[in-house]
């Protein structure tokens, strides 16, 4: 499956964005999908993940009440709604896929599709 994230940019703190991930070459209901972000110097690390059905999600600590991810299987999209950012939010988002998980994982190694990410910027 090929992955094709959308939407980062600048945003000052206490604004919203919406990403959305595109995925194309497979069928995209049969793989776990996920966001991972990585910032300047960090490490890669977990920010939410989805069941193939969208019947069940996972958050990051610092994800939880501000963003939330869905799916459309019909359109093949995966979305990232981020409200109340913060400068900390500022990172790298990556779409990920899993065709293998029977579960939510938070672990990178897990996953083994990758887009190329898109940078967020939120100003404080």
């Known amino acids: 499956v090929q992955l094709q994230a959308s939407g980062g940019g600048l945003v000052q703190a206490g604004g919203s964005r919406r990403l959305s991930c595109a995925a194309s070459?497979?069928?995209?209901?049969?793989?776990?999908m996920g966001w991972f972000r990585q910032a300047p110097g960090k490490e890669r690390e977990f920010v939410a993940a989805?069941?193939?059905?969208?019947?069940?999600?996972e958050y990051a600590d610092s994800a939880k009440g501000r963003f939330t991810i869905s799916r459309d299987n019909a359109k093949n999209t995966l979305l990232l709604q981020m409200i109340v950012l913060e400068p900390e939010d500022t990172a790298v988002y990556y779409c990920?896929?899993?065709?293998?998980?029977?579960?939510?994982?938070?672990?990178?190694?897990?996953?083994?599709?990758w887009g190329q990410g898109t940078q967020v910027t939120v100003s404080s």
């Open positions: 989805i069941t193939r059905s969208g019947g069940s999600v």
């Open positions: 070459g497979s069928t995209f209901r049969n793989y776990v």
């Open positions: 990920v896929a899993s065709w293998r998980l029977r579960i939510l994982s938070e672990d990178p190694r897990d996953y083994e599709y």
